[in-house]
Nanobody
Framework: QVQLVESGGGLVQPGGSLRLSCAAS????????MGWYRQAPGKQRELVAI???????NYADSVKGRFTISRPNAGNTVFLQMNSLKPEDTAVYYC??????????????????WGQGTQVTVSS
């Protein structure tokens, strides 16, 4: 069974920093893309940042220059360093693994997986 476990959320003042972590577990062969999405109350889930197995990255315009996504050794752990946080960054942040190929007991299968989410609150 593949699981994505996130950590690092919390309450921070405007201008502060947080670092989110996400680790995928299971008998994983490969993962194409790992990334972070967020959902604020009353809004749709939106892309924050993604990183491919080759290290290519893509960021939402609203976080460019403030957030940095990383994925050591193109593995199954992804980090999101968030600096200069603003109240509008408040949301539940979700980790996503796209094109993850893992052993399911009878063969390798490729699917997308989501973490359970971690709350980030930016407030004074």
């Amino acid at each position: 069974q593949v699981q994505l476990v996130e950590s690092g959320g919390g309450l921070v003042q405007p201008g502060g920093s947080l670092r989110l972590s996400c680790a995928a577990s299971g008998t994983i062969f490969s993962t194409d893309i790992m990334g972070w999405y967020r959902q604020a109350p009353g809004k749709q889930r939106e892309l924050v940042a993604i990183i491919s197995s080759r290290g290519s990255t893509n960021y939402a315009d609203s976080v460019k220059g403030r957030f940095t996504i990383s994925r050591p050794n193109a593995g199954n752990t992804v980090f999101l360093q968030m600096n200069s946080l603003k109240p509008e960054d408040t949301a539940v942040y979700y980790c996503k693994a796209e094109g993850l190929t893992a052993w399911n007991g009878s063969g390798y299968r490729t699917n997308d997986y989501w973490g359970q989410g971690t709350q980030v609150t930016v407030s004074s």
